[in-house]
């Protein structure tokens, strides 16, 4: 570990690396182009028929980070039956008031606007479980 800040990690950005400006992304969405970039401006106009998983994240968060693979992954397997959407929680404030987001990552699956299920954290297999939920109806 000698040479880095503590808290950067081989690998990408902890929550404590923040403090050295570790932000690989640079303000870019780190997402696959099949995922749905929400904004408080559409996410009523995106979300308001069939299936959307809905990603709230933040850049600086580690495990919002850690599970990004996870939620491209998800997107191109259930193209066509579920909309895979993120929405940057720092930008979006609103959208995230308005489902009581307390802590992310939060993954949240919507029906036609409805909330069926929802999961909190770094948890891949409830994650694709959550997912798997709309394939089965």
């Known amino acids: 570990r000698r040479g880095r800040p503590p808290g950067l990690s081989r690998g990408g950005c902890s929550a404590a690396s923040v403090l050295y400006k570790c932000q690989p992304w640079q303000g870019q969405f780190m ?6 970039h929400l904004e408080d401006s559409n996410f009523e106009e995106e979300t ?4 959307a998983l809905i990603d709230f994240w933040a ?16 997107a191109g397997d259930m193209e066509g039956k579920l909309k895979v959407c993120k929405l940057d929680v720092d930008k979006n404030m609103e ?10 990552p939060y993954i949240v699956l919507l029906k ?4 069926i299920d929802s ?4 948890d891949p297999s409830r994650v694709r479980a959550l997912a798997e939920q709309a394939n089965a109806s």
């Open 31 to 36: 997402a696959s182009n099949q995922v749905i």
């Open 48 to 51: 308001k028929s069939g299936y």
């Open 112 to 115: 036609d606007g409805e909330e």
């Open 95 to 104: 959208s995230a008031a308005r489902f009581g987001v307390r802590g992310i």
């Open 119 to 122: 999961v909190t954290g770094n």
């Open 59 to 74: 850049a600086w968060c580690g495990p919002c980070v850690s599970l990004a693979p996870l939620i491209d992954e998800i």
